[in-house]
């Protein structure tokens, strides 16, 4: 069987050690960063200040700091403030989940949503709008992660050969197979049920918009835990790299790295998709933008992604803002519409790598 | 004929074949093919015929029979006008579909291909949910408008997302590869726009693309079945000449350039018959879930070989059609379930089951 | 523009340009294939010997230059009938899951079948030589993806040869074989040469047997062609170092005569080794 997946370019054969440091790379992951830095900076300078009721950058600062004036305090403290962090998270979060989803599944199209967790969290969420009558987005961003948990380890385990780990391909069809289930469940739930499918609907495209701040420390520890997981998955992924046998030759702990690996990338995403939504192409697109910074050592890769995945995220939101007046464009499809061109130009300039 | 002057053998005999030689002509028959194809065309007719006696306003068996062999008129309308038509755009629709996932995944060199990566259905859904949502043909306007109208429209967001995608994806050829990575881009951006288009309209209309875009056979007609049935006299035997280059396609490029294969173009004609096949099958019944990428995987393994066959996938996506049809609107009483959903189901749990057989065997 | 070249050149390049997009592999390179003869590509990795037999088989266009089948252009040939002409073996050639060898092999009959006759009993015969040939007969109802990697080697070889054209290009035949196995191919390929005056062209790695088995060596060297010749005149002491950058002894081979390659290795150097030779 052959199947899409992507040989690392050579460049990283010298893996355990990680690629030999070049100056070019150097300098050019020393000026990415700083790019990375001020785009993060503009996003979400513009993140604060643009939207229905513009506010100049120094309002905003004198909201921060003492008070502006109780009309643009609200709007900067209770909307703004929340919707940019929440967008930064997100954005980092799921940054993350994809550049670990694609060193798992050596898949270039390795996308969070690929283990299941967003159909899994779709699940969860319309039973509960269905069965509990739970509407508020506070409540349905437990469920969801819920949801998405319990996908994540379903995959797994119909994954998983007895005694060893899934392998990339397992993963991937395991992925597809739970995805497809839950999918129907939902449909049918959904057409059986107007209500449910009213919530639903708007549930169902990822947005930042009026989500309740009390969200924000909830989601804090379980990110934080991913986070970690995620930059110390970075060292086993160069060599997973390579295939599971010279990983394992390599001294690595191939299963317990994967375990590692998918526990970081349900948090992280989990966690979102139940927050904001399911929020298609930052996984999918993030890595490839950042493997252009970074090269492919992971032990970078993974953090770039993560800052990467911020700036896009809230630069993406913004765009939803202005382009569509008065209403606004959710971010999902703002970066589905911007993300997949672009993608698709990198399919065809890029010289197709395959295993 | 000899290569050299060794001392040739006795002929070959391989197993489970049959060689027929008639002057010019010759073919081999793979006896286990054969019991397939004649297998499935029997499973497709008792199908057929359930799907005639069984429905939601009671008719006696023979009264059925009776009018469908035209010795009675008493149920014409149920039997001419519901039953045969709904039946027959089932197996219409499931032959078209599975037949293009049969392609794709030649082509593509890999059993998880399916035309949903070629852009087609993607893009026939984002046009039916916009006439949808813009309160339009669903809505507003009934009668031949409303039939006609929106397979029209699937048709052609069908073809022209296909059509862009084969653009797209032509760089000094088609790479099969290729075509994979940018359809998953395209799929995406498309099945966005759908979502937030679904986030545009009433609930009402909403709920109604959505049963189109999950794959539905409910009140089909012979106007849906009619165009199907032409689509594939034509593309059928086209797709069946081209099963030898097929043949040569499922190895790598250099292999099948060396054999005398005109890569790009047999692929580019074939890639063109398999998103036509899909755009057809989706006009007429929505995007009707995984039929197109387990058929052709069900049939190769009934049938055995290195591909999927073309015409017992074919039989394969008309009877899992048909029959999840019957169970769509039998096992729920009055409420019609969208067929989509049983096939979407039973695909899951297959390829779950496939998973689990393999984890098997490799820990065995 | 040349003069066309004489009849007895079965395969003319002249001023070949290849690479894959932007890099560059071979430049400026002219070769001729003589009628009837074994000709063996040699040279260090990644020096061009593959891409060059791709462009030859008419598998990769040039960025510039051409390649004449027969004193035609062969890019302008209908690429069936160039393949009644030229089978070529590529080096990593993939077969799909499920293949059985004898179907394998059958493939090799593809450019003389039709959508009317796609089984006469000379594709049947031919395909049956060809499996006794390489002594796969017992396999033939295995699958491709259940054979060793000499099996498998021997079963593209067998491909190749149903193919019944009398102009072979071999990438690597003899790549996963064991030394009985590849001297056995190497027989079968010479027998082909002797009897049926077949023309063959193959890239090979080991020096030895490609200077025992070809008629003819092209080195090659970045891209360029340095040498070529018989192979008594090609391998020596100098070409190996200036070439492989090897040092090494040539010896006459005991058996056939023909030049051997011993190399010298760093344990066994003399000057300026540290190490002292035992």
């Not at chain 3, 009837?36 to 990644?46: D, E, H, Q, W, Y």
């Not at chain 3, 891409?51 to 004449?68: D, E, F, K, M, N």
């Not at chain 3, 067998?158 to 030394?179: H, I, K, N, R, V």
């Not at chain 3, 200036?242 to 010896?251: G, N, Q, S, W, Y």
């Amino acid at each position: 069987m052959t199947t899409p997946t992507t040989a690392t370019p050579p460049a990283a054969a010298a893996v355990a050690a990680g690629p030999p440091e070049t100056g070019a790379r150097r300098r050019r992951r020393a000026v990415g960063l700083l790019v990375l830095l001020a785009a993060l900076a503009a996003a979400v300078v513009a993140s604060v200040t643009v939207g229905t009721n513009p506010l100049s950058p120094g309002t905003v600062w004198q909201a921060l700091t003492s008070t502006a004036g109780p009309e643009a305090d609200v709007i900067v403290h209770e909307i703004r403030l929340p919707r940019t962090l929440l967008g930064l998270l997100a954005g980092a979060a799921l940054g993350l989940a994809g550049t670990l989803m694609q060193g798992h599944t050596r898949n270039p199209l390795g996308d969070p949503g690929l283990l299941g967790v967003t159909h899994g969290a779709a699940l969860a969420v319309v039973l509960c709008i269905a069965l509990l009558g739970v509407t508020d987005l506070l409540g349905l961003a437990w469920f969801g992660f819920a949801g998405a948990a319990l996908a994540a380890v379903a995959v797994y385990l119909v994954g998983s050969t007895r005694g060893r780990g899934p392998t990339p391909l397992s993963l991937a069809l395991a992925g597809t197979a739970v995805s497809w289930l839950t999918y129907s469940l939902v449909s049918a739930i959904v057409l059986m049920d107007q209500q449910t499918m009213e919530s639903f609907r708007f549930w169902r495209v990822g947005s930042l918009v009026g989500r309740d701040p009390a969200i924000l420390p909830q989601m804090l520890p379980f990110l934080l835990v991913g986070v970690v997981l995620a930059l110390a998955n970075g060292p086993a992924l160069n060599a997973l790299a390579l295939g599971d046998d010279v990983a394992r030759s390599l001294g690595h702990r191939v299963g317990r790295a994967r375990v590692v690996g998918l526990l970081a990338i349900t948090l992280l995403t989990g966690v979102t998709v139940g927050a904001c939504g399911p929020i298609a192409f930052v996984g999918l697109i993030v890595p490839h933008l950042a493997r252009g910074i970074t090269g492919a050592d992971y032990r970078w890769l993974l953090p770039y992604s993560a800052l990467l995945g911020a700036a896009l995220l809230v630069a993406a939101d913004v765009i939803g803002r202005v382009v569509a007046p008065p209403g606004e464009l959710q971010v999902g499809i703002v970066l589905a519409i911007i993300g997949a061109p672009f993608f698709i130009a990198l399919v065809r300039r890029r010289r197709l790598v395959r295993l | 004929m000899t290569l050299l002057a060794s001392a040739p053998g006795a002929p070959v005999r391989r197993r489970g074949r049959l060689v027929v030689r008639i002057g010019p002509f010759s073919a081999v028959l793979r006896l286990r093919g054969a019991a397939t194809v004649v297998l499935g065309a029997l499973a497709l007719l008792g199908t057929l015929l359930a799907s005639l006696l069984i429905g939601h306003s009671d008719v006696p068996a023979a009264d059925v029979i009776a009018t469908a062999l035209g010795l009675s008129s008493d149920n014409q309308f149920t039997v001419w006008q519901v039953r045969v038509p709904r039946a027959a755009t089932g197996a219409l629709v499931g032959a078209a579909l599975a037949m293009s996932g049969a392609i794709t995944q030649t082509i593509m060199r890999n059993p998880l291909a399916s035309p949903d990566l070629l852009g087609v259905t993607h893009g026939a859904s984002v046009a039916v949910v916009a006439i949808a949502v813009a309160g339009g043909v669903y809505g507003a306007v009934s009668g031949l408008l409303a039939q006609l109208g929106v397979p029209l429209a699937a048709l052609a967001g069908g073809l022209l997302a296909g059509g862009v995608l084969y653009l797209l994806a032509w760089r000094r050829g088609i790479d099969g590869y290729r075509v994979l990575l940018i359809g998953v881009g395209m799929s995406a951006v498309l099945m966005n726009v759908t979502l937030w288009l679904l986030t545009r309209g009433e609930v009402t209309d909403a709920g109604r693309a959505l049963v189109w875009i999950t794959g539905s056979l409910n009140a089909r007609t012979w106007e849906n079945a009619v165009p199907v049935a032409i689509a594939l006299a034509v593309l059928v035997p086209l797709a069946l000449l081209g099963a030898r280059s097929l043949d040569a396609l499922g190895h790598d490029d250099d292999t099948a350039r060396g054999l005398g294969v005109r890569l790009d173009r047999d692929r580019s004609v074939l890639l063109l018959l398999a998103i036509l096949l899909a755009a057809i099958g989706t006009a007429a019944a929505g995007p009707i879930l995984f039929v197109s990428l387990a058929a052709p995987q069900i049939a190769l393994r009934l049938a055995g070989g290195h591909r999927p066959p073309l015409l017992a996938s074919a039989l394969v996506g008309a009877v899992l059609t048909c029959g999840s049809d019957l169970a769509a609107r039998s096992l729920f009483g009055a409420f019609q379930l969208p067929v989509g959903i049983i096939t979407g189901s039973l695909g899951a749990a297959y390829l779950i089951y496939l998973l689990v057989l393999r984890n098997r065997k490799a820990s065995a | 523009m040349t003069e066309p070249p004489p009849p007895q050149v079965r395969l003319h390049a002249e001023g070949l340009r290849l690479g894959y997009d932007d890099t560059i592999v071979v430049d400026g390179l002219d070769l001729d294939v003589l009628d009837g003869t074994i000709t063996a590509v040699i040279g260090p990795n990644g020096c061009g010997k593959s891409t060059l037999l791709r462009a030859l088989g008419r598998l990769l266009r040039p960025h510039a230059g051409r390649v004449l089948l027969d004193g035609a252009e062969i890019r302008r040939r209908p690429t069936r009938e160039v393949a009644r002409v030229l089978g070529i073996l590529p080096q990593s050639p993939q077969a799909p899951d499920g293949l059985t060898v004898a179907d394998l092999v059958a493939r090799g009959r593809h450019p003389t079948q039709h959508w009317y006759q796609q089984w006469s009993s000379d594709d049947e015969a031919a395909v049956d030589e060809a499996l006794r040939l390489t002594g796969i007969l017992d396999l033939a109802e295995r699958g491709v993806d259940e054979l060793s990697g000499g099996q498998r080697q021997r079963a593209w070889l067998s491909m190749a040869l149903a193919q019944g054209t009398d102009l072979l290009l071999l990438d690597e035949p003899t790549t996963f074989l064991d030394l009985a196995h590849q001297v056995d191919v190497l027989d079968l390929i010479e027998r082909l040469h002797t009897e049926l005056g077949r023309t063959v062209v193959m890239v090979l790695h080991d020096l030895n047997l490609a200077a025992r088995y070809a008629g003819r060596l092209v080195v090659m060297r970045e891209g360029r062609i340095v040498a070529q010749g018989p192979p008594s005149e090609v391998i020596t002491e100098r070409l190996l170092a200036e070439v492989f950058d090897l040092e090494a002894r040539v010896i006459t081979d005991p058996v056939a005569g023909t030049p051997l390659v011993i190399p010298v290795g760093s344990k066994h150097r003399t000057e300026g080794s540290p190490v002292p030779v035992v």
